[in-house]
């Protein structure tokens, strides 16, 4: 008699794939009396290490909660580096999660939107914040970050149009961590000139990204970007595994 077993093949970690994470459906409320949707990941059964509080890039041109990046570390993260993740959509921006009141505040206003995610960080007792900003969402972390109680700061993509030389250099010196990830060929600022603009930060951790274009797109710069992440929060859960076999989660 032949005795069957079951076999769980390895799947490739890659575009969307949903990695088991435990979701919930959240809402933000700012100080101006405003409701900010989003989304919490966090891992199953394990305490997270470390929290993602993530900051969309410019919603006028297109930037959301689900902007992939963003969406890519709700995805993986949780389970590959015991990372909670937490996602919203600032003033005025839309996505399948819903809208968030209020109207676009040119990086303004959003100042009580960074503060009711630290809030909501706050209140649930998140672990080790760390806010991860791309394009626009990395002005909203420099302007605002050194407001709260953060590990650090994390830059994909920073143009440096909305922050000021007086917000930058605060940075210096300070215990929280600040780390650039730049790509070679972005669409505002190179490696080259954001050196120059950083330079008021000696503190910063720089990454030049070889190959790599302001909106990140490919799985090789996906995966480089969300190492570049877990080496500053969690090194401890590099490398990032390229196969997953225990199991995906259910998109119902």
Excluded: C
Excluded at 115 to 129: I, K
């Amino acid at each position: 008699m032949i005795e069957e077993t079951s076999v769980t093949l390895p799947v490739g970690i890659r575009g969307g794939i949903e990695l088991p994470a435990s979701i919930e459906h959240i809402e933000l409320k700012t100080s101006d009396g405003l409701t900010l949707v989003g989304e919490l990941a966090t891992p199953i059964g394990r305490t997270p290490v470390a929290t993602l509080v993530t900051l969309h890039p410019l919603p006028t041109a297109g930037g959301f909660m689900d902007s992939h990046i963003l969406r890519k570390a709700a995805n993986r993260l949780p389970a590959m580096a015991d990372l909670a993740v937490l996602r919203f959509n600032t003033r005025g921006t839309s996505s399948p999660r819903g809208t968030s009141g209020g109207d676009f505040g040119e990086g303004i206003t959003e100042r009580a939107d960074v503060a009711a995610a630290m809030a909501f960080v706050a209140e649930r007792q998140l672990p080790n914040p760390w806010l991860v900003g791309w394009s626009f969402g990395t002005e909203l972390a420099l302007k605002y970050g050194l407001e709260h109680p953060i590990r650090g700061a994390i830059l994909l993509s920073p143009p440096l149009h909305r922050t000021t030389k007086a917000e930058l250099a605060a940075w210096a010196g300070n215990e929280r961590q600040l780390v650039a990830v730049i790509p070679e060929f972005d669409d505002y600022l190179r490696p080259d000139a954001a050196r120059l603009r950083f330079a008021s930060v000696p503190s910063l951790r720089f990454v030049a990204v070889e190959g790599g274009k302001h909106l990140w797109v490919g799985e090789n710069l996906t995966r480089r970007v969300l190492s570049e992440i877990v080496a500053t929060v969690n090194p401890a859960a590099l490398p990032l595994p390229i196969e997953w076999t225990d199991g995906l989660r259910d998109p119902s």
